[in-house]
């Protein structure tokens, strides 16, 4: 009995735990319906919500975003808009920080997050995975003697807390693993370990 109780456990849990993702993640995009005017909402005109509207509005909007802030005049009010925000003293320091960290993720030249690592962490002889996240900046690079990369060790099983830290680039390991099988294999505690791809000369 045990043994078919686990392997229920097993069915379940996952679903039950991806279900609950996607019903927090949908159930907050549809918050962007309250940003519509009262009589456009679903609510107004069907008598009910449509669950999964907002994230239709959601990804309507941050398309047309991206196709305005990609022509000139766009990119002058982003400008404009950036400037503006520049010259108030907290929002400032907390806008420009989130900025430079979302342009260098999702920027396709970067090197941000997207190659998987092996450290020694906390201690010499404890290993665990991490992600490149860039080369040290600034100052820092003054005190730092030799080659050293910027890495993100992210905590289990919840991989959005994690610590920064600078290391050699000799302790560093590059692992032949891609970034979603780490993650996986972060979230899963070990349990599920990805499957090794083969290197080719």
Request: charge should be neutral.
């Amino acid at each position: 009995m045990r043994r078919y109780l686990i392997t229920g456990l097993l069915i379940w849990v996952p679903l039950g735990i991806t279900f609950w993702v996607m019903h927090a993640l949908v159930s907050t995009m549809d918050q962007s319906l309250l940003l519509l005017p009262e009589a456009w909402r679903p609510r107004t005109w069907l008598g009910f919500d449509v669950p999964g509207l907002g994230v239709v509005l959601t990804i309507l909007v941050v398309l047309v975003t991206g196709v305005f802030a990609a022509n000139v005049l766009g990119q002058k009010l982003v400008l404009a808009w950036e400037s503006i925000l520049g010259r108030i003293p907290v929002v400032k320091s907390i806008y420009a920080s989130v900025k430079q960290v979302s342009d260098t993720v999702f920027s396709s030249s970067g090197e941000a997050f997207r190659k998987a690592l092996l450290i020694q962490w906390p201690r010499d002889g404890t290993w665990t995975i991490a992600f490149l996240t860039g080369a040290p900046g600034g100052d820092v690079v003054n005190h730092l003697e030799g080659d050293y990369v910027s890495v993100y060790v992210p905590t289990t099983p919840n991989p959005t807390g994690g610590y920064f830290v600078m290391l050699p680039r000799s302790e560093v390991i590059e692992l032949d693993m891609s970034v979603d099988d780490a993650l996986k294999y972060i979230i899963s505690m070990g349990v599920a370990p990805p499957v090794p791809h083969s290197r080719h000369p």
